[in-house]
């Protein structure tokens, strides 16, 4: 029994200190694969909660929003979400990354969900907070600012 706990202990310390993959969430939420979002969906249940996990899952669930088969599901999990990330960002105002993440919702979710009031201080955060920015996470927004209308040339 006491070989048995000194095996499980390597395993339950690896899975604590599981990680998020941010390229691989930024992919998911550029993608228009209901797969690929739900991947890393679940993924993220793995990580220890964070303002950070938390912050991630909450764009996430707005992004698979778009995939629900019904109007009302949609909304109870963009809703959902929205609250998610609006508590975080509300908790840390100038981290850059959460604005991002915003922003990158802002820009792509249908006009009927009135969710576009923020794009020009998030920007202005985005911008302020850019040199801050983990590496991954500045990949991402240059390659979203090529196509993005409130980022393009401005990075």
């Known amino acids: 029994m006491k070989y048995l706990i000194l095996l499980l202990i390597p395993v339950f310390s690896f899975q604590a200190k599981a990680q998020l993959d941010r390229k691989a969430i930024y992919s998911a939420l550029a993608s228009d694969s209901k797969e690929v979002v739900q991947k890393q969906l679940d993924g993220i249940q793995s990580v220890k909660e964070s303002s950070e996990v938390k912050a991630?899952?909450?764009a996430l669930q707005m992004k698979a929003a778009q995939f629900q088969k019904t109007a009302k599901d949609k909304l109870n999990l963009f809703n959902a979400g929205k609250k998610i990330l609006e508590s975080e960002i509300k908790s840390n105002d100038g981290n850059?990354?959460?604005?991002?993440l915003r922003l990158l919702i802002q820009e792509n979710a249908p006009k009927q969900l009135k969710y576009s009031g923020n794009i020009d201080?998030?920007?202005i955060t985005i911008v302020a907070g850019y040199s801050k920015l983990k590496e991954s996470t500045k990949t991402a927004l240059e390659s979203y600012a090529k196509k993005s209308s409130a980022l393009k040339g401005l990075l």
Do not use: C, I, L, S
């Not at 850059?96 to 991002?100: D, M, N, T, V």
């Open 121 to 123: 201080d998030d920007v």
């Open 56 to 58: 991630f899952k909450g």
């Open 96 to 100: 850059a990354e959460y604005r991002f």
